[in-house]
């Protein structure tokens, strides 16, 4: 396992952009898929977009959001763009021992603790 940190998230109205950070620590994970999920209030934990051999969006995010890497720093970014208030929500980025993007959340075995995304009408 590797241990997650996000930061990032916050208060933003519609429209607006926000930039999420997920670092590891302990370890690199240049050798594991790193995703992001979010879970809104009242709703399970939804696949966002990940990151492996080939980058995975879902449709509800794609052409909004983008995954970046940058191995060096230990680092994966989810730059929001567009933001709805739908896509408020807690922000999860987890990462799996392998480099296959999966979009069920049971499959990653290593999880941050979260941030807060909220967009304002």
């Known amino acids: 396992q590797v241990h997650l940190v996000e930061s990032g998230g916050g208060l933003v109205q519609a429209g607006g952009s926000l930039r999420l950070s997920c670092v590891a620590f302990?370890?690199?994970?240049?050798?594991?898929?790193v995703s992001w999920f979010r879970q809104a209030p009242g709703k399970g934990r939804e696949f966002v977009g990940g990151?492996?051999?080939?980058?995975l969006y879902a449709d509800s995010v794609k052409g909004r959001f983008t995954i970046s890497r940058d191995n060096a720093a230990n680092t994966v970014y989810l730059q929001m763009s567009s933001l709805k208030p739908e896509d408020t929500a807690v922000y999860y980025c987890?990462?799996?021992?392998?480099?296959?993007?999966?979009?069920?959340?049971?499959?990653?075995?290593?999880w941050g603790q979260g941030t807060q995304v909220t967009v304002s009408a």
């Open positions: 990151d492996g051999w080939s980058t």
């Open positions: 302990g370890r690199t994970f240049r050798s594991n898929a």
């Open positions: 987890a990462a799996r021992s392998a480099l296959v993007v999966s979009t069920i959340s049971s499959e990653y075995n290593s």
